[in-house]
């Protein structure tokens, strides 16, 4: 799937010419082609729209780094704009401190539910775990023998109430059961119907309440494209899902679906069915995804490697000027820049563990914020050399950067502190740390 869009991609990015900037002009066709396969891909077309502006704005202005060229720049940027439209880093499936983790499937009917829960029990036997199968679909006749087949076919247990029409019933069971047995998930496979409508939804809002799922997984069939973000949408209005799971990703889909599921639904997409058999289940990773569809995946660490190296001149600049102590506030925008980069502080600081107590960190994001506009508001000459602010230009700063006087002073008084140490550390390092570490 999405090959056209991969060949159409690499066709468009053999075009840009120029070298040292990107600008609006030489990547304005670019991003007209881009545009138009993207739309041609099936993707919705308002998130094509934000993503064509999200990539306007990265690349505009950047400057392209050494031994690169700029073509391989706007491959860069546009592969971690999929990445981030197809939701960042992948997305895992919960697992409950006490099990069984319950696992409840939704979806309209033939879009691969019964088939998904054999697979995902599988996947899971796979994992070393004691999955459980509950059949609770009433309302398509074929579909509890079709999951008891399948279940047997990978040994793991199913339960239903074969001719029964009451899946609350059915569900409320088969929870005691999967208990029972010991299982660490269970795994409800519900009832679809062709459309969406009122009775399937007040049923599905029923199961919920009795089995309180920790993961409740939209089903929804690739080939159907933008249909199937609708669905999504509309089902995730009523019952709040937890992700998603894209199948027959095998067909000939646009693909389109896969693109704009997140985006459209906010939900992300946790597994994709590609093909008939059991074994045909794939966690979703949306950076493998991308760089299926890119097939550029040899450019992308070419650019990782030069902003590494880019970086790497930078720290030793940064070193020779601390030595030096000429590092100027000029200096420290840039590094602030740097820091900015990696994502927003709130983010950053979330993926290390315990960093939670420190209380809310969105303060440190907005000062951080306010420092980088009082100094962009500053001249290059005042940069360089701060005691220049007098009370006329702090009074100018402060208007421009939107702030106030005390916050230029605070900022200026910080960053002579901040110089102090400098001096300590640049002066041959801390008194007593010349011989190395003690032991
Ligand atoms: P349900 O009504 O949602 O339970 O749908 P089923 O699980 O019965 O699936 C409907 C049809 O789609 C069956 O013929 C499945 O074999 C097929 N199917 C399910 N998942 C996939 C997939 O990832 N790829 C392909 N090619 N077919 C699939």
Do not use: W
């Not at 991003?31 to 502006?53: H, T």
């Not at 796979?126 to 006749?141: C, F, Q, T």
């Not at 076919?153 to 069971?173: L, M, N």
């Amino acid at each position: 799937m999405l090959n056209n869009l991969g060949n159409r991609f690499q066709d468009i990015f053999k075009k840009i010419k120029g070298n040292g900037k990107l600008s609006e002009k030489n990547i304005k066709d670019a991003l007209k082609e881009v545009r138009l396969s993207l739309l041609e891909a099936d993707v919705n077309y308002k998130v094509v729209k934000e993503f064509i502006n999200k990539i306007k704005e990265k690349s505009v202005g950047e400057d392209v780094l050494k031994g690169i060229n700029p073509g391989q720049q706007f491959v860069k940027i546009v592969n971690d704009e999929l990445i981030e439209l197809l939701g960042g880093t992948n997305a895992r499936l919960t697992k409950a401190l006490r099990p069984p983790t319950v696992i409840m499937l939704a979806g309209l009917q033939g879009a691969g539910k019964t088939t998904f829960a054999a697979k995902l029990a599988k996947f899971l036997k796979k994992k070393n775990e004691k999955p459980y199968l509950i059949g609770a679909d009433v309302y398509r006749p074929a579909a509890m023998k079709q999951l008891q087949v399948l279940g047997e076919s990978i040994d793991t247990p199913v339960f239903t109430i074969e001719g029964s029409k009451d899946a609350v019933e059915i569900c409320t069971k088969g929870l005691a059961k999967a208990k029972e047995e010991n299982a660490t998930y269970a795994i409800f496979d519900t009832a679809g119907r062709l459309h969406i409508d009122e009775n399937l939804m007040e049923e599905l809002k029923n199961i919920r309440k009795i089995i309180k799922p920790q993961e409740i997984l939209l089903v929804v069939d690739a080939m159907t494209g933008q249909d199937a973000v609708n669905v999504a949408k509309k089902f995730n209005e009523t019952l709040n899902i937890d992700g998603v799971v894209l199948t027959k990703l095998d067909g000939d889909a646009r693909g389109g679906a896969a693109l704009s599921i997140k985006a459209v639904v906010g939900k992300p997409i946790k597994f994709i069915g590609v093909g008939e058999k059991l074994d045909d289940i794939e966690l979703f990773h949306p950076d493998r995804l991308v760089s299926r569809i890119l097939g550029m995946g040899d450019v992308v660490s070419l650019v990782e490697k030069a902003q590494e190296t880019i970086n790497e001149d930078e720290a030793r600049e940064l070193e020779e000027k601390i030595k030096k102590q000429t590092f100027d506030l000029e200096d420290f925008l840039k590094q602030l820049n740097q820091i900015k980069k990696l994502g927003p502080i709130t983010k950053l600081l979330q993926m290390i563990p315990g960093a939670n107590q420190l209380g809310d960190l969105a303060p440190a994001e907005k000062e951080m914020k306010k420092i980088e506009a009082v100094i962009q508001s500053m001249t290059k000459e005042e940069r360089k050399n701060p005691k220049l602010m007098n009370a006329g230009r702090k009074k100018r700063v402060a208007k421009g950067s939107g702030t106030n006087v005390q916050v230029v002073n605070n900022l200026l008084k910080q960053f002579e502190q901040m110089k102090k140490m400098m001096k300590m550390f640049g002066g041959g390092g801390l008194p007593g740390m010349k011989g190395g570490f003690p032991g």
